[in-house]
């Protein structure tokens, strides 16, 4: 069969109805399972996109003919996923969610029995095996089945409640307004929150508008609004979750955002002395200071989650912070978790008895420089994939990217119609945002010309 696909560490991603039809995704199950053997078990969860749905089950039927077993946990979040797959004894996990930076396209994100996203290489041969017709189909009597997982969300809740210092967080009378970006953390929140004392304010928390579209990333609009609504209800916290909650961003209560280095080097010094912390290469400088500051093991290393994971087990670290904005705490699961981060810096508050913004004024402060590209009428998606295709060395954020330019990396964020350039005000800094500001508008000038204008 010719899959036209592509594939990436942990995932695989096509084009809805192009590339990744039901065909092609009943054939990527065939070809899961006969790698898994008959009589696996597999988790599977989805986002609340209507294609996630009828492609999760087609990949679910591909599964069960060749004699594997499906337990589907229907909406729910990645973080439910991963922390489920061991525990019930799972082969592996499967998530079907919108694309990072495509809203036309779903990816399909695997997990092994640890709960850690499959290599690059291990992706690469389940797209061979698919290819290849490789699926060896069961007797009718040994055909898998599936069942629902009825109280997933209650169990997972029930389970990070028990994480946190539960006394001290319902004590201060917290309000938190989060923006769950039309995904399935609207299921599970309200019960995390209800068991932790906290007055919720949920924002985007009904299902993708019909005729409306669904990105993985919160819209920039949406993000702009979150810090006007922290500041008039008077939250002690705003969060702005990705489509699947793997990914966060924090606004403090003055309606100001958190960078992905100001969240580490809050994370870090929450957690004692001695305490190992792995974090990606793509972070400035002030998370080094700030793991010094807290008597922390700081361990860089390349910014895959698969490497940061692989380091953090071998090393016995207990946080993996990248500057994707995804923040791992490994004692509880391997998945980056963006609800638990939000609960996490609402329990420091809590401790502390102090505002974030008074504690953020307590972390070491990088020296910045700034650009800022205007996109008139341009799909900032589109801009962001191209950008992405292109470099060399490039992270996702939940508002952008990071790329590598020379040896700097710059922090590529959407706004309303535009985008905002920052790095490390380090040698090279000024060439590069120059170079990365030269290319974004040439780019501009090139989608405007092809696609006409995009609201």
Not at 24 to 42: I, K, P, Q
Not at 326 to 343: K, N, R
Request: proline content about 4%; overall charge negative.
């Amino acid at each position: 069969m010719s899959l036209n696909l592509e594939w990436s560490e942990g995932q695989v991603v096509g084009t809805i109805n192009a590339a990744l039809t039901p065909d092609a995704a009943a054939s990527l199950g065939g070809a899961f399972g006969t790698m898994l053997g008959e009589g696996a078990l597999v988790v599977t969860a989805r986002d609340n996109y209507p294609p996630s749905r009828m492609l999760k089950r087609a990949f679910s039927a591909g599964l069960m003919s060749v004699g594997v077993s499906v337990m589907d946990f229907h909406a729910a979040t990645t973080p439910e996923l991963v922390f489920a797959i061991k525990r019930l004894g799972a082969k592996a996990g499967i998530q079907f969610t919108v694309a990072s930076l495509d809203r036309d396209s779903v990816a399909i994100r695997f997990f092994d029995s640890q709960g850690f996203a499959l290599s690059a290489e291990r992706i690469e041969e389940l797209v061979e095996w698919a290819r290849a017709g490789r699926v060896v189909r069961s007797l009718p009597s040994a055909i898998g089945w599936v069942t629902y997982a009825e109280y997933v969300h209650d169990i997972s809740a029930a389970a990070v409640a028990g994480y946190l210092n539960v006394g001290a967080i319902a004590g201060r009378h917290l309000r938190v307004v989060c923006d769950v970006n039309f995904g399935p953390a609207s299921d599970v929140l309200p019960n995390l929150l209800s068991e932790l004392g906290i007055e919720g304010i949920l924002l985007n928390a009904h299902k993708p508008p019909v005729r409306g579209t669904v990105t993985h990333m919160p819209h920039p609009r949406s993000v702009a609004m979150l810090g006007s609504v922290v500041k008039a209800t008077g939250a002690s916290l705003g969060a702005s979750l990705c489509a699947d909650a793997t990914r966060v961003l924090l606004v403090d209560d003055e309606g100001r955002p958190l960078s992905a280095e100001e969240v580490a080097c809050l994370l870090i010094a929450n957690h004692p002395p001695g305490t190992r912390v792995v974090v990606s290469e793509s972070m400035s400088s002030v998370v080094d200071e700030a793991g010094e500051r807290a008597g922390a093991k700081v361990v860089r290393v390349r910014d895959t989650m698969h490497d940061m994971l692989r380091v953090a087990r071998r090393t016995g670290a207990h946080l993996v912070v990248n500057g994707g904005n995804e923040v791992v705490f490994t004692d509880f699961s391997y998945s980056p978790d963006g609800m638990l981060t939000t609960l996490k810096v609402l329990e420091m508050i809590a401790s502390s008895q102090r505002e974030l913004s008074s504690l953020r004024d307590d972390l070491p402060k990088p020296q910045l420089v700034h650009r800022t590209v205007n996109l008139p009428g341009v799909d900032y998606l589109a801009v962001l994939r191209t950008l992405h295709r292109e470099a060399r060395d490039a992270v996702i954020t939940i508002t952008g990217l990071r790329v590598r330019v020379g040896g700097v990396w710059v922090n590529i964020e959407a706004k309303p119609e535009k985008l905002e350039l920052t790095c490390e005000g380090v040698e090279g800094a000024e060439e590069a945002l120059d170079k990365l500001e030269r290319r974004i508008s040439i780019l501009t000038r090139e989608l405007a010309r092809a696609e006409g204008p995009v609201c």
